[in-house]
């Protein structure tokens, strides 16, 4: 988290400086005081006024010379350090997530190809069955007709032979016929007669 | 070191001057408390400037311990003030590096503890009081002067009140230089006590008490652990304490 530097640090100097150098003048007065009234008995350091002044003086350059150069070089660095960071850890998140989309995108248009080609293919296996259904069944049809034609003509050939067989079978009767009555009668009758007799016994029955 | 045959615990706190200046017949040598003061400034900057100036995404680790140190006081001041109490950063860190960086390297043997100087915490204390007071009054006027008087307490109460909230924000910079003081001067002390034991002990001559000589310098040990312990801790508490002070000047009103 990055921390900016405000307007009161400018006062606060001022502050710093001022409070130092009373301090410094009063502890060094306190110094004089202390040396004037005795000088012999070695006081315990850190309460020595002695040295009040020297510490003040030093601390104050000390610690100005830190807090400048924390102020103004140190922490501003280490902030734009670190927003820098988080920028760049969120552009790469962004990123990421933005390959993800695509890579789902991607992953579903490959679905959807895939249905499409599953489908595609469906129907062209459907159209192949039924082409070859309709070439079998006109093939069917055709040996079917072939085969009833030649029937047909079975049968006719069988009708004319069987009438053919019958106009003999009537010839050979009346012959038969006129042959039994000359046998018979010792008179032969005309072929007409035999005809007409033969066809009456075969209407008959 | 050795003071009339003994070992001298407030030795360690003396100051010599190692550069004398006088100028308009103040003292202001270049002792070694100043020294040490540059030795911290000069740490701390190590850390903060040099660490930092590989500006590294992935931080190296003196980089990593300089963002430690600011995640770790942005983390405590936005804790007691809020995001508005950030405005102070840089001085509650320059205080905290200061203390912490005092306080620690004041444990390297032959060194300089500069905040073993009442002086020294009393200063730093007196400049968290006086900028409170200050931005304080510069930004909230007289209405500053409301953290002296706690709302809902009955009127005949209210001077007694008043008075006592007084004396307790005016005892604040004594209690905040003293505990900083108190806890160094005290840990050093007891340190320079148990070594000299043991130095003591096996100069006597006596058998006996070269077997028992071990003893304190095990608690010289375990108390330097403590000591580092309450190095860290009481830079955390100068500046936390630094933190609630500021948030009276930023938001006045109990």
């Known amino acids: ?205 | 070191m050795a003071a009339g045959g003994g070992i001298d615990p407030i030795h360690q706190f003396h100051i010599a001057p190692i550069v004398e200046l006088k100028p308009f017949g103040i003292d202001l040598s270049f002792t070694n408390t100043s020294l040490w003061m540059v030795i911290v400034l000069a740490v701390v900057s190590a850390i903060m400037i040099y660490g930092s100036s590989q500006r590294s995404v992935v931080p190296g680790r003196l980089q990593s311990l300089a963002e430690m140190a600011y995640e770790f006081v942005a983390a405590t001041m936005t804790g007691v003030m809020g995001k508005e109490g950030l405005k102070f950063f840089p001085f509650v860190f320059s205080l905290f590096m200061f203390v912490l960086a005092s306080n620690l390297l004041g444990l390297l043997p032959g060194s300089f503890t500069v905040t073993s100087q009442i002086i020294v915490t009393a200063a730093l204390a007196l400049l968290v009081i006086s900028i409170v007071v200050i931005y304080g009054i510069v930004k909230h006027g007289t209405h500053f002067f409301g953290l002296f008087v706690p709302s809902g307490v009955p009127g005949w109460l209210l001077p007694f009140m008043v008075l006592i909230e007084a004396v307790s924000f005016l005892s604040r910079p004594v209690s905040l230089s003293l505990r900083l003081f108190g806890n160094m001067l005290a840990g050093h002390i007891a340190l320079k006590v148990f070594g000299g034991f043991v130095v003591v002990l096996l100069g006597s001559g006596a058998v006996f008490n070269y077997a028992i000589a071990p003893l304190p310098l095990l608690l010289a040990v375990a108390l330097t652990a403590l000591e580092v312990l309450v190095a860290v801790l009481q830079a955390y508490v100068f500046a936390i304490l630094t933190c609630v002070y500021l948030n009276d000047a930023l938001h006045p009103g109990h």
């Open chain 1, 1 to 205: 988290m990055p921390v900016r530097s405000s307007g009161f640090a400018r006062q606060g100097w001022l502050l710093a400086v001022g409070s130092f150098a009373t301090l410094v003048a009063g502890a060094a007065q306190a110094a004089e005081q202390k040396h004037g009234l005795s000088g012999e008995k070695a006081s315990f350091p850190p309460f020595d006024p002695a040295h009040f002044a020297s510490n003040l003086f030093w601390l104050a350059i000390t610690f100005a010379a830190l807090y400048w150069l924390m102020s103004k070089v140190a922490l501003p660095r280490l902030g734009s350090i670190m927003e820098e960071r988080a920028e760049t850890i969120g552009r790469d998140l962004d990123q990421a997530t933005e390959m993800q989309a695509k890579a789902e995108d991607m992953a579903q248009a490959y679905e959807k190809a895939l249905a499409e080609a599953r489908k595609n293919a469906q129907g062209i296996a459907q159209a192949a069955r039924e082409t070859g259904a309709k070439a079998s069944d006109a093939q069917r049809h055709a040996t079917e007709a072939e085969l009833a034609a030649k029937m047909a003509q079975a049968e006719a050939t069988i009708a004319t032979t069987k009438t053919k067989a019958m106009g003999n079978v009537r010839d050979l009767g009346s012959d038969i016929a006129a042959a039994i009555v000359t046998k018979l009668t010792g008179q032969a009758p005309s072929a007409s007669e035999a005809s007409a007799a033969v066809d009456q016994a075969l209407t008959r029955g």
